[in-house]
Antibody, heavy 120, light 108 residues
Framework: EVQLVQSGAEVKKPGESLKISCKGS????????IGWVRQMPGKGLEWMGI????????RYSPSFQGQVTISADKSISTAYLQWSSLKASDSAMYYC?????????????WGRGTLVTVSS | EIVLTQSPGTLSLSPGERATLSCRAG???????LAWYQEKPGQPPRLLIY???SRATGIPDRFSGSGSGTDFTLTISRLEPEDFAVYSC?????????FGQGTKLEIK
């Protein structure tokens, strides 16, 4: 069974750093892209970026380029989303999801989300 | 980037009725690479339709997708109680992939 297990909810202060994770199982982790999607409270889904764990090829939405870093450790089948300096506007639910092929397929399996709250 | 506009914002219907949701793109969606997702509170999005009209694994046949170019439709033929949720479209044929703002399907 394909599973994407995300790390738990986080509460941080503005200016702090954060790295959240997404561990894949039940499939060959290096043969699929992993993407990140933001959902701010009461808002729609926003595509942030994706990574191909096999070679760490990474693509970002222009809206998120330079704002976050996506990485992966294929040895432990885990992808990451990180911030170096959080802002209150980063408060949102963040989903990871699996992608078969870039610009050919949509996300098919999703994690349950990591809620990030940034507040002073 | 391609802007997707979904309508209506909210659709109020009763179980057993037919639901028709629209997704309009600001420019043509490449290769009809358009997907629909269902979102429920406390759950991750669930892929319903890909390639504009192909049902994802395990999706009941009361869900159907159609359209091409810039106009796409998700139809739920006979609403079941569990179908009341938010539905979002996504184009994944052009970079960056983008989502619509969602249509809330609520019980009348």
């Amino acid at each position: 069974e394909v599973q994407l297990v995300q790390s738990g909810a986080e509460v941080k202060k503005p200016g702090e750093s954060l790295k959240i994770s997404c561990k894949g199982s039940g499939y060959s982790f290096t043969n699929y892209w992993i993407g990140w999607v933001r959902q701010m409270p009461g808002k729609g889904l926003e595509w942030m970026g994706i990574i191909y764990p096999s070679d760490s090829d990474t693509r970002y939405s222009p809206s998120f380029q330079g704002q976050v870093t996506i990485s992966a450790d294929k040895s432990i089948s885990t992808a990451y989303l990180q911030w170096s300096s959080l802002k209150a506007s980063d408060s949102a639910m963040y989903y990871c999801a699996r992608l078969t092929a870039w610009l050919r397929f949509p996300f098919d399996y999703w994690g349950r989300g990591t809620l990030v709250t940034v507040s002073s | 980037e391609i802007v997707l506009t979904q309508s209506p914002g909210t659709l109020s219907l009763s179980p057993g009725e037919r639901a028709t949701l629209s997704c309009r793109a600001g420019q043509s969606v490449s290769r009809s690479n358009l997907a629909w997702y269902q979102e429920k509170p406390g759950q991750p999005p669930r892929l319903l339709i890909y390639g504009a009209s192909s049902r994802a694994t395990g999706i009941p046949d009361r869900f159907s997708g159609s359209g091409s170019g810039t106009d796409f439709t998700l139809t739920i033929s006979r609403l079941e109680p569990e179908d009341f949720a938010v539905y979002s479209c996504q184009q994944y044929g052009s970079s960056p992939p983008t989502f619509g703002q969602g249509t809330k399907l609520e019980i009348k």
